[in-house]
């Protein structure tokens, strides 16, 4: 090494700090660093410099029937219980688990397969909270559910148009939204003020080109989803129709995050990129940033203000710092496993990544301090 360091010195500067930075690199990929991300920049973003990675503490928490693997979908948190909601798919259970102790407690009387084939079109494949409830969609049956997690048990239950994607409750109307991609449709039940309630379907608001992922914003009274080739669409929460259409910057539209108090929408695009939409501007990109490759479901967390990028291709999980002005910065990555696209954080500072083929979850404890702060 010190020989080749001479011969780069004779070569000029230039040619020494070629050479300097190919050592660099081989020692690097020798100790085992992760795949390199590069930044995109958009209006008014900044270059990201990305950190060396710390050792995260990453724990697999198994589930009940999961051996063999499981076809997940959506992931999600239920702040109220202290609970990461996880739809399991094949094994016919919505999982909740303790972030705390990592007991996983198991809801049953959905559709169930005995074996895992690939995908995620089998059984529960997404769910929500709210009004005391749990709502989730199975997608073998075309039913929506309303769970009672004390219970706990499935209190009603209604028939779908089509085959459910996401489902998200409305707290404003009190109303419970499922996608249809099928369709290209959001199907919107209203629940009854008895206890348990039970669901009416009062509307169908058509989204030509999607709908891909859904998020609800109460403060602006809006919710918004995708369509699958590079658009982002606002809809009235009151009014059931859609108010506009932004670009968004992807090839494929896919996951959808929102940072609710400052007005920043997050967009995940499959080819793994991350683009911040501005609210209070009609969905102006603030930035992008090109973070892992295969990425669906993304989840931000408001408390460290960071942005999880999960990679299915890339098998990583790419950790985003959102600055006060939307700019991205790449924090680090954290090595997962292939296949795994959906990921969710807590309030706790951990973000959760499914593993298919090994039919279990992974908390992986955020090595990084909040955005802005040391």
């Not at 909601?85 to 007991?103: F, M, S």
């Not at 940072?259 to 102006?284: I, K, N, P, S, Y």
Request: charged share 15%; aromatic share 6%; proline share 6%.
């Amino acid at each position: 090494m010190l020989d080749f360091i001479r011969r780069m010195r004779r070569g000029g500067h230039l040619l020494m700090r070629l050479g300097l930075l190919l050592i660099l690199v081989a020692c690097g990929r020798a100790a085992g660093s992760q795949e390199r991300f590069q930044a995109t920049v958009g209006p008014e973003s900044t270059s990201p410099t990305p950190q060396v990675t710390p050792s995260p503490a990453v724990t697999a928490v198994a589930l009940s029937g999961g051996a063999g693997g499981i076809g997940f979908d959506d992931l999600g948190y239920d702040a109220t219980r202290g609970k990461v909601l996880v739809p399991a798919g094949r094994t016919g259970n919505l999982d909740l688990i303790d972030p705390k102790t990592l007991a996983v407690a198991a809801i049953g009387g959905f559709s169930a397969q005995p074996r895992f084939t690939g995908g995620h079109d089998v059984g529960p494949t997404s769910a929500d909270a709210g009004r005391g409830f749990l709502f989730v969609v199975d997608r073998t049956a075309r039913r929506l559910a309303v769970v009672d997690s004390v219970t706990p048990t499935i209190v009603s239950t209604a028939t779908l148009a089509s085959s459910p994607d996401y489902v998200r409750y409305v707290a404003t109307t009190d109303e419970v939204w499922v996608t249809e991609p099928d369709h290209e449709q959001i199907e919107v039940f209203a629940l009854s003020t008895e206890d348990p309630p039970a669901l009416t379907a009062v509307s169908v608001i058509p989204v030509p080109g999607g709908p891909e992922s859904l998020i609800i914003d109460h403060t602006r009274g809006r919710a918004y989803t995708h369509l699958w080739a590079g658009q982002t669409v606002a809809i009235g929460i009151t009014r059931h129709t859609i108010l506009g259409r932004w670009p968004n910057g992807c090839t494929s539209s896919r996951g959808i995050a929102l940072d609710e108090q400052r007005g920043f929408l997050f967009v995940g695009c499959a080819e793994g990129r991350a683009v911040v939409l501005d609210l209070t501007h009609e969905g102006r990109q603030l930035a992008s940033l090109q973070a892992g490759a295969g990425v669906d479901v993304i989840s931000y967390s408001p408390t460290l203000g960071h942005l999880y990028l999960q990679g299915a291709e890339s098998a990583t999980l790419a950790i985003l710092g959102i600055s006060a002005a939307g700019h991205l910065s790449l924090l680090g990555t954290i090595p997962t496993v292939a296949g795994a696209h959906c990921v969710t954080a807590d309030d706790r500072g951990n973000s959760w990544v499914c593993d298919p083929d090994h039919g279990q979850i992974l908390r992986i404890v955020d090595p990084f301090p909040p955005e802005g702060k040391e």
